[in-house]
């Protein structure tokens, strides 16, 4: 299982994998630990690493953790799957559009050549009778539209391209 979070806005990515009895192996980059815990509340945990105990509580809302471990305060920061990709990726010069289900182009709402800005609507695709707008994932100019209204696409299918 791999998680990434982040703790006063520099990334970390950790790695566990099944080591013994309740115990798990996790790896922080190179690093890597014996780790088990005891749940004592739904809040509050015994946090065993490497045999040294720690104390840890805690408290979540919608865009973080608190965490509270032996008497220092972490806040880490949730962030979805989605917003991760994103900022991986970056501004990429030329992005391939897909659907992930077949469908039918009901509009298309731009032309090769036009500018388009992120979030701009570009075509509308039919897919389990409901009308979803297909959107530009970023700025730039539409260097390709592959299909046509009418046209019936399959899962996979790239169905423009915005650089």
């Known amino acids: 299982m791999n998680f990434v979070f982040w703790l006063a806005?520099?990334?970390?990515?950790?790695?566990?994998?099944t080591s013994g009895d309740n115990v798990l192996r996790a790896r922080v980059g190179d690093a890597a630990h014996d780790v088990s815990a005891e749940f004592i509340s739904q809040e509050e945990i015994l946090?065993?690493?490497?045999?040294?105990?720690?104390?840890?509580?805690?408290?979540?809302?919608?865009?973080?953790?608190?965490?509270?471990?032996n008497g220092k305060l972490f806040r880490v920061e949730k962030r979805s799957a989605f917003k991760t990709l994103r900022e991986e990726r970056g501004?990429?010069?030329k992005r391939d559009i897909q659907t992930t289900?077949?469908?039918?182009?009901?509009?298309?709402?731009?032309a090769v050549g036009d500018e388009v800005k992120e979030g701009q609507p570009v075509l509308v695709?039919?897919?389990?009778?409901?009308q979803n707008e297909i959107k530009a994932p970023q700025d730039?100019?539409?260097?390709?539209?592959?299909?046509?209204?009418?046209?019936?696409?399959?899962a996979g299918a790239i169905l423009f391209t915005v650089e």
Do not use: C
């Open 101 to 110: 289900m077949p469908g039918r182009v009901v509009q298309v709402l731009a």
């Open 9 to 17: 806005q520099k990334e970390f990515r950790v790695s566990l994998e």
């Open 125 to 130: 695709l039919e897919a389990m009778k409901m």
């Open 91 to 93: 501004r990429q010069k």
């Open 47 to 69: 946090l065993t690493v490497d045999g040294r105990i720690f104390n840890v509580i805690v408290h979540s809302n919608s865009v973080s953790h608190s965490v509270f471990m």
């Open 140 to 154: 730039g100019r539409l260097t390709r539209v592959r299909f046509r209204a009418g046209d019936y696409v399959e």
